[in-house]
Structure formats: C-alpha cells, structure tokens
C-alpha cells in the first residue's frame, strides 16, 4: 500500500533550526511535496523534489532521498508565524498525491 | 487578482439534506480537485477533473458528485448518502495534470457541519 509517515507534532524554539522528517511508500515515484497550513486555512506550497539532494529557498530547504524513501523540510531562523502544520505529499506514478497527516510545529519564545 | 474561490467559508446542514460547495478559479488551470480533511489524517481525494465535461472518482467519491460544466467552475455536492459529512473541504488546482511539476494550489477551505 501507499502511505507517508510524519511526526504528530514537534516544538521548536523561536530562532532555532528545525528539521521535519518524511517517510513514503508509493506505486512509482513522481516527486515529494512539503504544503504549510496555518490552522483553518489553505495548504500553501513550499516545496517539490524530485531529484535526490537539498533544494534551498531562503529560510527554508528540501531534502530528498530516493533510495531511502526519505525526506525533511528544513526550517531555519524560525519565527513565530511558522506556528504551523507541514504536510508531506509524495505523487505516484498515476501523478496523484498520497499525502501525511501532516506535522504541528509549535513554535516557542 | 487570479486564485481559486470556495464559498462559504462555513455551512451548516440538517442530517438528510444534499449541499452543494462552490469552488471557482481564474488561473486558466485544466485540473481541479477536492479533497476532504479530518483531524489527525492527510487529505483525501474525493474526485478530480483534468478537462471540462469530463471527471474522475477519487478514493472517497462514495456519497458525493460533482460536474465540470466550465473550465472555470468544479462544485461538490454532498449527498445524503455520505455517512459522516462533517469535515473541511478543499478545492485545488492546477495547470495541467498528469505531471510530476505541476503544483496544485489550494483554495480557502469550506468547513462542512452535519447537524
């Protein structure tokens, strides 16, 4: 079966650095999606890997790994307005998204 | 400014009614999509279209329709028939489907309360 595995939540310090892990499974592999969602709003786009490496867009990086069906989404100098969820979305070789049930940052001062 | 529309932002239904949730955009984008979102789980597609007049089921199309008149328009009806309706639903689109660069961006939501 498909499935993407990210942590329920974790808590990070107003600053700091913090890494989002993502574990995929999927029928054939089209590319990894990272989505941010403050609460009741709309998934935003972050992010598209396809390619093994680090994607890097200003205070945020992307990281992919094929071989291990393994990504992060890299947060760096957080502020409080990254209080968030961070979705993982990985497309399978029908170009549909299987996505996570996404990560709560909660981000202290 | 061009960006995808959903209205209402809340609705509430008595159990047994059908209800129709709009989703336009002016991006000139060929695929539209819905999906539905609970807490603690990742989005589910419920249906999708790649062109007008013509529609896919997605993995939870049970209970719900939708039609594609026009490039611009994908409404969701949810039935009666869908047993637990009470949710968060997103519309979505993008240029073209059925390609690995090809975001989907997201409308603002239209929270769905069943009574």
Known sequence: ?109 | DGGITQSPKYLFRKEGQNVTLSCEQNLNHDAMYWYRQDPGQGLRLIYYSQIVNDFQKGDIAEGYSVSREKKESFPLTVTSAQKNPTAFYLCASSIVAGQGTDTQYFGPGTRLTVL
């Open chain 1, 1 to 109: 079966g498909q499935n993407i595995d990210q942590p329920t939540e974790m808590t990070a310090t107003e600053g700091a650095i913090v890494q989002i892990n993502c574990t995929y499974q999927t029928s054939g592999f089209n590319g990894l999606f990272w989505y941010q969602q403050h609460a009741g709003e709309a998934p935003t786009f972050l992010s598209y890997n396809v390619l093994d490496g680090l994607e890097e867009k200003g205070r945020f990086s992307s990281f992919l790994s094929r071989s291990k069906g393994y990504s992060y989404l890299l947060l760096k100098e957080l502020q409080m307005k990254d209080s968030a969820s961070y979705l993982c979305a990985g497309m399978d070789s029908n170009y549909q998204l299987i996505w996570g049930a996404g990560t709560k940052l909660i981000i202290k001062p």
